[in-house]
């Protein structure tokens, strides 16, 4: 069973709009929250990321909301730029695990 | 380099032929973690070292499968007699942190994409 969850397989915006990316899970144990960003041929690289005693953490264009009683969480990417195309994968992972526990991806495009 | 390494990068394997993936850490970090990646899909966690110790192997899909880090550095995914469904990228991540993981992210290699005819 999926336990994050990314609804949405691409996404297209235009350069300098605001990206937004969803993630969902089902998990209530799950206390710690990364975005990874990947390009074609490369192995994952790591963004962003939010311990549930947090709400929102910012860095520089990238910001991510965690709204634990909806277990949703959204990166916001202001603005978008062509060189943020690229899979994200929003991952989560518990205190008491061993393991981060990936979305599907979603693919954006950010159109010049 | 200072990332993680993997290699081959790309292996095409006869069905039923036993293959070695290897993975390179980045020095000094204690997590190792292999991830098996399927076409479309997320990274999904195959085996877990803390050092040399395999403390987590729940996400091996069989028997077939199996994972070393014996100095507690380099580590090699073993996987006998594959199948077609063993196609896919296995991905290698370091970690400097110990067991728990909300303190630190994962550091991926760039994978090493298997296929089986």
């Known amino acids: 069973d999926q336990q994050v969850k990314q609804n949405s397989p691409s996404l297209s915006v235009q350069e300098g709009r605001i990206s937004i990316l969803n993630c969902d899970y089902t998990?209530?144990?799950?206390?710690?929250f990364l975005w990874y960003k990947k390009y074609p041929a490369e192995g994952p690289t790591f963004l962003i990321s939010?311990?549930?005693?947090?709400d929102k953490n910012e860095d520089g264009r990238f910001t991510v909301f965690l709204n634990k009683s909806a277990k949703h969480l959204s990166l916001h990417i202001v603005p978008s730029q062509p060189g943020d195309s690229a899979v994200y994968f929003c991952a989560a992972s518990a205190n008491t695990g061993n393991q981060f526990y990936f979305g599907t991806g979603t693919s954006l495009t950010v159109i010049p | 380099g200072a990332g993680v390494s993997q290699s081959p990068r790309y292996k095409v394997a006869k069905r039923g032929q036993d293959v070695a993936l290897r993975c390179d850490p980045i020095s000094g970090h204690v997590s190792l973690f292999w991830y098996q990646q399927a076409l479309g899909q997320g990274p999904e966690f195959l085996t877990y070292?803390?050092?040399?110790?395999?403390?987590?192997k729940s996400g091996l899909p069989s028997d077939r499968f199996f994972a070393e880090r014996p100095e507690g550095s380099v580590s090699t995914l073993k996987i006998q007699r594959t199948q077609q469904e063993d196609s896919a990228v296995y991905l290698c991540?370091?970690?400097?942190?110990?067991?728990?993981?909300?303190?630190?992210?994962?550091?991926f290699g760039e994978g090493s994409r298997l296929t089986v005819l």
């Open positions: 998990n209530s144990m799950f206390d710690y």
């Open positions: 991540a370091s970690s400097l942190v110990g067991r728990t993981l909300n303190t630190g992210e994962l550091f």
């Open positions: 939010i311990s549930s005693i947090k």
């Open positions: 070292f803390q050092n040399e110790a395999q403390l987590d």
